[in-house]
Structure formats: structure tokens, C-alpha cells
């Protein structure tokens, strides 16, 4: 076996028999048996962590050191039953922290592989599409234009192929590739006859034999170095820790306080300095994290439930904030199924098809007469020849599985083979007749592709098919009936005027040329044919509007998302489509890429409210739209499918890739992957990621504003000169019990219905909102007057200090029970039994009652918390007491809903 920097320095039947390889491919047996000697085609990745790993980081954290130190305090003065507790709770609170964590971990591993990378292979003789992750050496690789390199590879055979090595060389310009030999002491960056993994092909199209997989791979050698690296904290995770370490200085202040105001009334110090520890570690909401994990999770998994898998995990709380919809239109607004609908001839002029589908049935019509077979041929077989010739699709026949006529490739070019055969001719006898000796494939800057064909009378022609104002440009002449003609000024401005008008009936339009006798110089560009090529015609084809997409355009439109359409096609086309979905209004325009580029940034962001679609722009431009719309403050989703569509997806706050049309290397630059290709998905998956931001909200709302009650109460009975009305036992208790029960529960709530009604999130917007302070100096003064006036009762009754204390307890924890249906909407009534929809939250009530009832009765328990049973009769009375909170909350709600109704909706 050669060494493996020696590769390009065989000629390809050496490197070949080196592997063992054959040109039609391994057999399935050989490529599994190479698998299990070489391992998977994987880089190098973090070891997992074990059990035990998950278990002992759920105590890193200040707030768990805080409660130690409590616990060591209690041992201290010689309370070894707290300290025992203390101890359980926080155990309990690590159990349960590094169950959920390993199931959200589990959840994203599973969604992960949902779009692992794709490639295609040969084996025994025929293409397959396997996971890259199978790849083994001496696999034969198929390249085109907009595939992720899956392995390190050395070329077989090469056409007009090109390479993005830039993360692998540091060369930013794609690089030209050939299956020459090269000096063995050629550099990396040099090696024109390989590919690499972790690379793309930008152009082209080849064959390549795998040498090296996983690690063995040049990039894998990097990845070595670099597996160990952690993960960057996403947007939320550092907000959340940011206002975390706030709090813990917050908490520091509240215990000084505590601790002063306690001595003053001559509160025993063995009380009031664990009292103290305990209350400051309750204004922390220790299970906050773990719930944030669970709440991303699931909304990554009701995304994929909606075929919208999510690739990065920042994603899905972007996506509430996203406020522009850059999207393609081609089959994410469109069905993506073309059919050809009129044609243009020189001299001939609009001539209409009939037939939808891909089906070869349908005709022709001129001036309002069907066209006869024989006329067919005499006018049509040029132009349906040509785009028959210049075309890399098929159509695969109906068959038992599948009754309808299909297309494998393009669907644009699918369509032109439909239309040879309606115009009575065979696609496959036109390609043997014609077969294909060169081509330059298609380009986005040029928008064009070129082919070249050789008969077997030695007779030459090149192709030429693309938009109309490109293919024009290189024209002289123009194909009639008896012949060519000259193609002036006037006749080149009909033909663009006629692309125009079959624009603006929302048709795709494309031109067809041909240069006969002709050569290719794959090199030199399409600048080489200027002048010389024949117009034959041009074709408008339509791709309806998905039937579902006007709906979901409506529906941004309520939410304060602006849809705006990124298309390839005529500016007249996409304008017709914007107009049919209500994507634009009288006042809307479209601009062609010619436009942007002559416009100044000041004038281009001062016109971006007005234009609805951006056509024929090239990748750069791209770009530029996606900075337009950011330097105005909008968060932007940007949908793409291509090689040249990965800056502009990695540049947005949420780059969306298309799952069935899109290249590797676009999901690779995108946070999310849409499995259908479908405008209504993308706006579902903006629903989930604000469903998933509201419920965050829910729980910071529920979190601190039983935080604040025990703050206040604590703070209320020292002033006045009370004994304390809670032990520290009992406020961990309701910090990581009951609330524990809660917590994970209320992130599961689903949708309310209205999240598409509300206003994009603020991407700065804080955790704590004005509207959450608002529903707070409600529910808070409830809660504290509830608690401290049983307490204060039963005082003045002369009842045992454990008692009251119990009943405050009591009071407090279903204050929590009621305030976590009020958490579930913030103007929606809870006497709505809402609760019976997540059965998760509705779980956790029943533990918490039971739980509860635990504390209270069951006596080793009454000894660990100091409690004691309370008369039956008075449970009554504290249920009525508690639900003040809710009665007080309903009323604020009413209100709201008064304001709601009226289209105020809070975010």
C-alpha cells in the first residue's frame, strides 16, 4: 500500500489496484468487510461522557456549593437532621437534573441523524446513494456541483470539475481539478488530481476513488487535535448564565440583609443563618437550566414531527425572533413540478401547450388552431431538440408503484422532455443520435449551461439554453422556417419583449440557441460563442403555487413576518407569483439583480419595505440582501438550496436549507433542514420556536414569582417582629420539590393558538419583560397576603409554632399550585381547564398534592421538616386562602383579554 501523501503521484490504474478496486465499483460484500477493518467514515468526536460524568456535573454550580455550605453550617450548630435533608434535596435535584439531561442529549442525537450527510457511490455497477459515514476505501465516488466531499479521494475522471478547499488549504477561490499525475513532492494545496474531505465541489462533475476515510483523512488528522473542544454556549444559554451570576450577587446582597435585619429583632443566629442560606439559595432558579435543555428538545422534536429538523440547537429559539423570510420560490413556494405551457418561435410567435404534468400527453396551438403532428415537426424539432440535448434529467415512466410519469433531475429540464414528446419526439433516440462530447455546466454568474454533441456523420453543434437577456446577448442570427435570419436590434428587443410578457403570466422562461457546426472550449467561457449562436426560441413554463403556502403567507403577515421572495427566475415571473400568495401589494416592486447592483446601500435600505421580490441576483448579492435587511434591525431567515446559496445562509440569523433539492453543502451551512421543501413548514417551524421562547417565559415567571413570595414573607414576619414562618427545610422543600414537580412540566405546554398573532421577540429583549413584572406585583402581593394572614390567624389562636408554621407552609405550596395555572396564559382564564391538555403538567399536580400530603402526615417526615398534621377541617379553609392568587390573577386577565381581542398581543 503506498504511503498516504503519495496518492497523486500514481496514475489512476496504480492507485486502483493498490485498493483493490474495480471501476464499476466494490460489491456490497467487499464494502463490508472494509468497513468492519477501516471503522466508520467519521471524524474523530468527543468521547461521551458516562453515567456517572452526566451525575457529578449536576453539582458544579454555585448555587449547589451555597447548599452544601448549609448543610455543613447545620452539622456545625448541631442540627444534623436538617443537614441531612438538605443533603437529600440536593441529591434528588442531581438524580433528576442528570435524568433529563441525558434524555434531551438522546432526543438531539436521534434528530441529528435525520440529516446525516448522503453520497453517492457505484457499487457492483450501478449508482447508489449511501450515508457517508459508510464510505470505505476503494469506493468510486459520483461528483457534481454542490456535493460535500464525504472522504479523501483521488480523481478517476474530471469535467470542468472545481473544489471549495478553503477549509481544509485556507484558498479561497475554487480550485480546478484533472485526473493527471502529479510530483510526489507536490503540496497539499496543490494537488489538483484529489479531493478532500470536508471539502465541495462548486462546478463539475467526476469520478473518484476513496484512499482514506475517518481518521485517516487530512481533515480528520485536524479534527484529532481539535475533538476536545467544548461547544460554544448558544445566544440563550449565555443570557441565562449572565443573569444567573446576576442573581447569585442579588442572592449575596438578600443574605446580608436577611442576616442584619434578623440580628436586629434577636432572632436566634443558629435559626437565622440557615434561614438565610436557604432563602438565598431559593431567589436562584436552580432547575432552570435543566428546563431550558428540555424545553429546546422538545421544540427540536415537534420540529422534526413538522419535517423541520433542526442542525444547530441556537436555532430554534432564533427562529421566535425572526421578523424577514428571505425564500426561494422554485418548490418552496411552487410545487416544484414544471410544465411547459407556451413557446415563443421567431417569425412564428406565441404558441400555447396543453397537457399538465409530466406526462407526454397534450398539443399544440397557434393563433387559436391546433397544430397537426406534421407541422410539429417542421417548426418545433429544432427547439425541442435542443432541449432535449442540452439537459442532464430524465423522465421515468409510470410503473405498478407509482402510476404517474416522473422526473429524476431537474424538474425545469424534465419539463423539456415532456415537451419533446408531445411534439411527437423520442428523447433517448435524439441523445443516441446526438451524443454529448463536452459541456460547460451550468453557472449562476453566466445563467447559462452549454453542451456540446457529435453525430456520426462527423457533424458538430453546441447547445446553449438559458435565462432570455443572457442566451440574447450571444446571439446573432435567429432560426425561421426557411432558414436563419439576421437577429438585429429590433428583433433582439421582440424577443425580449415576448420574455417579458410570458413573465409576467407567472412563467419561468428560458431561451435556446444553438451554434452549428460548433466547438466547446470548456475553458474559455461562454464569451466564445458571441455572435455566433442561432435563437431557436424560448419556453415558458409554469410551477403552480403550493396550495397551502397563501395560508401560511397570511399568516406571517399577522405575525409581523415579512415574506420576500430570493429567485432565480425573470423579475415579471416572480412579481406574478408574489402577487398571486399576497406576498405583494399595489405598491410593491420587484429588481433584477442588473438593478441591485447599480444601487447604493443608502438607497437599497430605504426601498426595502417596498420591494417584495429580488430576481436573477447572484450569490454575492445574496449576501447583501441578508446585511440590508440586518442593518435595519430585523432578525432574517434565509432559505437556500444551492453551492452559492452557503454564505447567505450562514450570514442569517436562521439559514434554512431545502431537504430535497438542496446540495450537502447548503445544509451544512444551514441551522435548519426542511425534509419537503415547503414555505408552510418553515412558518410552522417559526411557530414551534416561539412556542418554545413562551414557555420559557412561563417558567421564569413561575420560578421568580414564588422566589419573591418567600422573600417577602420571610422579610414581612422579621420586620414585624414574627417568629419566622419557615424553616430552611421547608423553603428547600418548596424550592426543589414542589416546584421541581412543576417546572419540567409547564415547558410541555403546547401551543395557545395565537403565537402566529403576536409580534416577532426582540432579539435583545430581556428575560424578565415589563408584562412579567406587571402579572408579578399581581400574583406576588396575593401569595404573601395569603400566607402571612393564616400564619398571623393562627398565631393569635394560640396554635402550636409547628403547626402554624405547617399551615403557612401548606398555603404557600398550593399558592405554587395555583400559580402555575396562571402561568399557562397570560390572558386566557385558567377556569378554562386548560391543564387537561399536557398531562405532563397535570402529572405533576397530582405528585405535588401527594407529595404534600407526605410532608404533612407521614411522620419520619414531620420529624425531617418540622411539620405537623393539620385538622382535616382546615384544609378547606387553605385551598379557599391560596386560590386568591388565582381570583386575583383572573381579574388581571380579564382585562387583558379585553386588550387582546382588540389585537394587542403581548410578546
Known sequence: MPARDTWHALATPEVAAALGAQPEGLTEAEAAERLATHGRNVLPEAPRRAWWQVFAAQFRSPLIYLLFVAAVLALFVGDHKDAAVILAVVL?????????????????????????LQVRVLREGREREVAAAGLVPGDVLRLAAGDVVAADARLLEATALEAVEAALTGESMPVAKNAGVLPEGAALADRRNMVYSGTHISAGRGRALVVATGQETEVGRVARLTAGTPEAPTPLEARIARFGRQLVVAAAVLFAAMMAAGLWRGVPPDDLLMVAISQMVSLVPEGLPVAMTIALAVGMQRMARRRAIVRRLAAVETLGSTSVICTDKTGTL?????????????????????????GPEGGFELAGRPLAAVEQDERFRPLLAAGVLCNDAQLVPPADSDPRWRALGDPTEAALLTLARKGCLDPEAVRREWPRRAEIPFEPSAKMMAT?????????????????EAVLELCGQERRANGNAPLGEAR??????????????????????????????????????????????????IDPPRPEVKQAIDECRAAGIRPVMVTGDHKATGLAIARQLGMAGEGDRAVDGPELERMPEQDLRAELDRIAVFARVHPAQKLRIVEAFQAEGRVVAMTGDGVNDAPALARAEVGVAMGITGTEVAKSAAEIVISDDNFATIVRAVEEGRLVYANLQKLLLFLFATSIDEVIILFGALLLDLPLPLVAVQILWLNLVTEGTLTINLVMEGPEGDEMRRRPIPSKAPL???????????????????????????????????????????VLAVSQWFNVLNCESAWRSALRFAVWRNKWLLGGLIAANFLQLAVVYLEPMNRLFHTAPIPPEDFLLIGAVASGVLWAEEIRKWFARSRHESGVVAA
Do not use: C
Open 92 to 116: 434528588l435535584n442531581a438524580v433528576v437534573g442528570a435524568v433529563q439531561e441525558g434524555r434531551a442529549t438522546r432526543s438531539m442525537e436521534a434528530l441529528r441523524k435525520l440529516s446525516a
Open 334 to 358: 411552487t410545487k416544484n413540478e414544471m410544465t411547459v405551457v407556451a413557446l415563443w418561435l421567431p417569425g412564428a410567435g406565441r404558441v400555447e401547450v396543453h397537457g399538465a404534468g409530466y
Open 452 to 468: 456540446q454533441h457529435g453525430h456520426a456523420r462527423g457533424t458538430r453543434r453546441v447547445v446553449l439554453k438559458g435565462a432570455p
Open 492 to 541: 433582439r428587443a421582440e424577443a425580449l419583449a415576448a420574455a417579458e410578457l410570458l413573465a409576467r403570466r407567472a412563467l419561468r422562461v428560458l431561451a435556446l440557441a444553438e451554434v452549428e457546426p460548433g466547438e466547446l472550449d470548456e475553458t474559455a467561457g461562454f464569451s466564445q460563442f458571441r455572435g455566433r449562436a442561432v435563437l431557436l426560441g424560448l419556453v415558458g413554463q
Open 768 to 810: 424578565i419583560t415589563g408584562e412579567m413584572l406587571r402579572r408579578m406585583s399581581v400574583m406576588v402581593p396575593a401569595s404573601v397576603a395569603a400566607t402571612l394572614g393564616v400564619f398571623l390567624w393562627k398565631l393569635s389562636m394560640g396554635a402550636p409554632i409547628e403547626l402554624v408554621r405547617t399551615e403557612a407552609f401548606t
